[in-house]
């Protein structure tokens, strides 16, 4: 007996993309994480506590009371002083810059308020230029802490860097002593100044106002030194401690005062300068007061 043979048909379909940019791999545990639920807690993973880069705007919203902020100091802008041009002219890397980041600048400057403490704020823009400092950048800090100063309120300066910005020269390193100045004039008229270090903070930043705090924060994880590991060890012939860059060594050898998550850095922020400027205790170390025994009333005189 003959049976014809079966035919089959194969329907072939398109495999459909799948959409990237929606997740992120947790360096610590390897989870697999949704970025919206990464950036709705302030880049910071909830279960490890892995702190992400953060950009400056998405920080200063979160850190300061809403509708506080008024940015200052718009138009600085980094000039070419020494017509500098590698592989691509300075203007030209400063156009890619302003492109890659959204900003202006390596630094957003401005005023604002902290559960209602008047402060001086400038955040560093790690994704313009990394967050090299230029003489724009370091006229920009510069003039926050003038401010502060005229203002008479706190000044808190975001650190993200990797130092100072070759393309000028001695003019970059020029602003760690300009700076340095001004942040001493602050300290001179009594007003508090609070630093805080992000991953990274490096170079001459590390070198000038960003070690200058009366108060010195960190991130949690956050590279803080001046040369890189290999030149430090090529230079001293030494053999490094592990992890001698991190926040947390720096803590335990003195340079940091203290290590806190992003997600509670506002508050932290609001019971220091409750300590240093209003000089009072936090609203949340409150004690109720003792029943005072009630005086005679004063003649009047």
């Given amino acids: ?50 702190h992400f880069p953060i950009s400056a705007r998405p920080r200063l919203e979160k850190l300061l009371d809403p509708g506080s902020f008024v940015e200052t100091h718009l138009s600085i802008r980094s000039g070419d002083p020494l017509t500098f041009v590698d592989s691509q002219a300075y203007p030209d890397r400063i156009k890619r810059y302003e492109k890659d980041s959204g900003e202006p600048e390596a630094v957003i400057c401005g005023t604002g308020a902290i559960h209602g403490i008047p402060v001086a704020v400038a ?17 920009k800090i510069t003039r926050t802490i003038e401010d502060a100063l005229a203002r008479k309120v706190p000044c808190i300066i975001f650190s993200a860097s990797g130092g100072a910005r070759m393309q000028e020269g001695i003019y970059s390193l020029m602003q760690m002593a300009k700076t340095s100045a001004a942040l001493g ?25 960003a070690v200058l705090g009366d108060v010195i924060l960190a991130e949690p994880g956050a ?20 992890g001698f860059q991190t926040a947390e060594f720096l803590l335990k050898h003195g340079l940091v005062d203290q290590i806190v998550s992003r997600l ?26 003792a029943a005072a025994k009630k005086e005679p009333a004063a003649a009047a005189v």
Avoid: W
């Fill in 223 to 242: 590279m803080i030194g001046f040369a890189g590991a290999r030149v430090i060890k090529d230079t001293t012939k030494q053999t490094l401690p592990a």
């Fill in 123 to 139: 955040v560093m823009e790690f994704t313009f230029c990394g967050g090299s400092m230029g003489a724009a950048a370091g006229e």
């Fill in 1 to 50: 007996m003959h049976f014809d043979k079966p035919t089959y048909s194969v329907r072939r379909t398109k495999k459909k993309d799948i959409p990237t940019g929606l997740h992120t791999k947790d360096p610590v545990t390897g989870e697999i994480l949704f970025n919206k639920e990464i950036e709705d807690n302030l880049m910071v993973v909830p279960k490890s506590g892995h």
């Fill in 185 to 209: 004039r602050l300290a001179a008229a009594g007003l508090p100044y609070i630093s805080v270090l992000t991953n990274p903070t490096m170079g001459g930043v590390t070198a000038s106002f």
């Fill in 264 to 289: 509670e850095m506002r508050d932290r922020l609001r019971d220091l300068l409750a300590a240093l400027y209003l000089r009072k205790e936090a609203p949340a170390a409150k004690k109720e007061p």
